[in-house]
């Protein structure tokens, strides 16, 4: 059984409508749990919610102050291809869009990785489009192999692979896989994936578990916010990391929440999601997963990046570039997508101290053998 | 006073003893969870704590920015531990990675494969435990309050045995007291509650107890004022350390009884 089976017993239809049914009874009840359960999750994700959010959100740092203490762990990505077969309709990186396409030598790779381990971050996340006859798994192993010369922590954003694949990469010295659904309604999924191996909605959803069979020290999922109704997906994500922690509890499991952003390409998000809607599902995620990770992205802006630093966020992004080549000096291709907050890792560790909180470079170092 | 010194003079020579190495302070500190390593030596000087625990997987000696080893004074006896092992191999692995990068041959070992509760596994413990102790090493398991667990860690080499009072950074204080009694009754190490001590007063009443020392972070790091809680901290384990060498008076059952209505009997004229 995988989580396919836990997502066919939930309804997509009429779940919009549902969500306005909770009352603030429930989301009062949900606030007094130890731990909170699925009914309230969805109420502390309800409509009814909304007069709440403060008491939620002292709850919440409560919560994420006694599990991870007042501490913030900085990565970066490095995007080393952008080649890709897909054509998700929402992505800079699609192949229908006329972008300058590149994948990093190997040369560049170590001068990429050079300039960014002079910041000081120690964890790296290391991104391709899906091409695996460019990207391949040769050519990751061969760059793992350069950056652990200069990184404690590899992770990887790729397309995803059989266990297998993860397993190679796990001997190459990857430890963290990042992979998103993007969405959860398999409808949906459907058509923003028109053609390409990403429209396969299953092969994509046990992703996370593959990576957890394989050896995966760290699993990150999540959903592109804007696709879809974001209360249902908030739903599945949580649910989703809730069920690869109870079956894999050796493995650190964490959730993204990427926001919709501008890029190369005409699709324009279906569904709005406001600032306080974003701050409800960072809520609500911290609440019923209380030991979980949660990554929030240049994507988001400087200010509103630093407001959410003391309400449950565990893991920031810092000197981020999306483009290919973008941290050296090499001519870097066209990002994924705009980001929103460009402060360098000094100025992003200077904020989090402002915040009353310590950047955290290093927090795991390969001990292979 | 002749009293108070006479007291102050016992608790003084009252010192711990771990891996050959006799200790003042019966309160030992951790790194992790502060908003700025800057409040370490702090926490230090005022708590009074002789011995830290620094999980290695932060340790970075190489790095230009700011990293924890260089917020620790010199004087303290270093705790690497084995935070992010999820079995006994790993755990070894990092135990002699920390050696070899220099942090001293004490280990905290920390084997953890439940990342929801951040509970111990008890059986890869005692093996990491095992080889540990034969290479040489200081070994302070951190484990569940259990008697055969910790029979187990005796046998193979122990230092001390650190039973948790209450999950890790759950404040929740000495739910496993009964069980904590028992390996104070039984078990012939020093007995070092770790995990789950929130509030300074039940850091006390483990010491009351006969527990050899606490172990004590996220309630100093996420304090308010971490400085004066560290602070508190102190005074508490020194309280409960002196109030166990006292010898407690006997607890009364909560009724005084004028006649004695099952032994009186044999007293009637």
Same mark, same amino acid.
């Given at each position: 059984m995988g989580f396919a089976d836990v997502l066919d017993r939930i309804e997509r239809r009429n779940f919009s409508e549902k969500m306005e049914n909770y009352t603030e009874d429930q989301v009062r009840r949900a606030l007094g749990r130890e731990r909170c359960d699925q009914e309230d999750f969805l109420a502390l994700l309800s409509p009814a919610a909304r007069p709440w959010l403060e008491e939620i959100a002292v709850r919440a740092q409560d919560i994420s102050v006694r599990n991870f203490g007042r501490t913030m762990h900085l990565f970066t990505p490095m995007y080393l291809s952008n080649y890709c077969s897909n054509g998700c309709v929402y992505c800079g990186f699609a192949c229908s869009n006329q972008i300058v396409r590149k994948q990093l030598s190997l040369e560049e790779v170590a001068q990429e990785a050079g300039c960014i381990a002079a910041t000081g971050l120690r964890h790296i996340l290391i991104l391709t489009g899906e091409a695996p006859r460019m990207a391949s798994l040769n050519y990751l192993e061969s760059c793992c192999r350069i950056l652990q010369q200069h990184f404690s922590s590899i992770a990887i954003e790729i397309y995803a692979l059989d266990t297998p694949g993860y397993q190679r990469l796990v001997a190459a010295g990857v430890d963290g896989l990042t992979i998103y659904q993007e969405t959860y309604n398999q409808d949906l999924y459907a058509t923003l994936h028109p053609f390409g191996p990403k429209r396969d909605f299953h092969f994509r959803l046990d992703a996370p578990?593959?990576? &957890?069979?394989?050896?995966?020290?760290?699993?990150?999922?999540?959903?592109?916010?804007?696709?879809?109704?974001?209360?249902?997906? =908030?739903? &599945?994500?949580?649910?989703?990391?809730?069920?690869?922690?109870?079956?894999?509890?050796?493995?650190?499991? =964490?959730?993204?929440?990427?926001?919709?952003?501008?890029?190369?390409? =005409?699709? =324009?998000?279906?569904?709005?999601?406001?600032?306080?809607?974003?701050?409800?599902?960072?809520?609500?995620?911290?609440?019923?997963?209380?030991?979980?990770g949660i990554s929030i992205s240049t994507r988001e802006r400087a200010w509103f990046r630093d407001k959410l630093i003391s309400l449950g966020v565990t893991r920031m992004s810092a000197g981020v570039s999306t483009a290919v080549g973008g941290h050296g000096d090499t001519d870097a291709g066209t990002g994924q997508f705009a980001i929103s907050d460009e402060r360098s890792v000094a100025e992003m560790a200077a904020a989090i101290m402002g915040q009353g909180y310590q950047p955290v470079y290093q927090d795991w170092r390969d001990i292979r053998p | 006073m002749h009293i108070s010194s006479h007291s102050d003079s016992r608790t003084n020579s009252d010192a711990l003893v771990i891996g050959g190495v006799s200790l003042t302070s019966r309160l030992f500190t951790g790194t992790g969870k502060y908003a700025s390593?800057?409040? +370490?030596?702090?926490?230090l000087e005022a708590s009074g704590s002789e011995v830290i625990t620094v999980a290695l997987r932060r340790v970075d000696l190489t790095t230009q920015t700011d990293t924890v080893t260089r917020h620790i004074p010199e004087h303290m006896r270093l705790l690497p531990n084995t935070s992010g092992a999820r079995t006994a191999e790993e755990a070894v692995r990092i135990a002699r990675l920390a050696k070899a990068m220099g942090c001293g041959n004490w280990v905290k070992i920390e084997v953890i494969a439940d990342n929801t509760y951040l509970l111990p596994d008890g059986y890869e413990t005692i093996k990491a435990t095992e080889i540990l102790a034969a290479d040489g090493f200081v070994v302070l398991p951190y484990v569940n309050a259990d008697l055969m667990i910790a029979r187990s860690l005796v046998k193979a080499g122990?230092?001390?045995?650190?039973? $948790?009072?209450a999950p890790i950074g759950s404040n929740r204080g000495l739910q496993t007291k009964e069980m904590i009694r028992? $390996?104070? @009754? @039984?078990?012939? $190490?020093?007995?070092?509650?770790?995990?789950? +001590?929130?509030?300074?007063?039940?850091?006390? @009443?483990?010491? @009351?107890m006969g527990a050899a020392a606490c172990l004590v972070n996220t309630a100093i790091a996420t304090a308010t004022d971490p400085v004066a809680m560290a602070h508190a901290f102190g005074e508490a384990v020194r309280a409960g350390r002196r109030a166990f060498l006292a010898g407690q008076a006997p607890v009364s059952a909560g009724r005084a009884s004028a006649s004695s209505p099952l032994t009186g009997f044999l007293f009637d004229s």
């Open positions: 578990e593959r990576g &957890c069979r394989a050896g995966m020290r760290m699993v990150s999922l999540g959903a592109l916010f804007g696709l879809d109704d974001w209360r249902w997906d =908030s739903l &599945c994500t949580g649910l989703h990391a809730a069920w690869l922690q109870e079956q894999y509890p050796e493995v650190e499991v =964490s959730v993204a929440l990427p926001r919709m952003r501008p890029h190369a390409g =005409s699709y =324009s998000p279906a569904w709005d999601v406001s600032d306080v809607d974003f701050v409800q599902i960072l809520l609500a995620l911290r609440l019923f997963l209380p030991r979980c | 390593d800057a409040f +370490i030596p702090r926490v122990a230092a001390a045995v650190m039973p $948790l009072g028992i $390996l104070i @009754e @039984e078990i012939p $190490l020093p007995i070092i509650v770790d995990a789950g +001590i929130g509030k300074p007063s039940q850091a006390c @009443e483990a010491m @009351e």
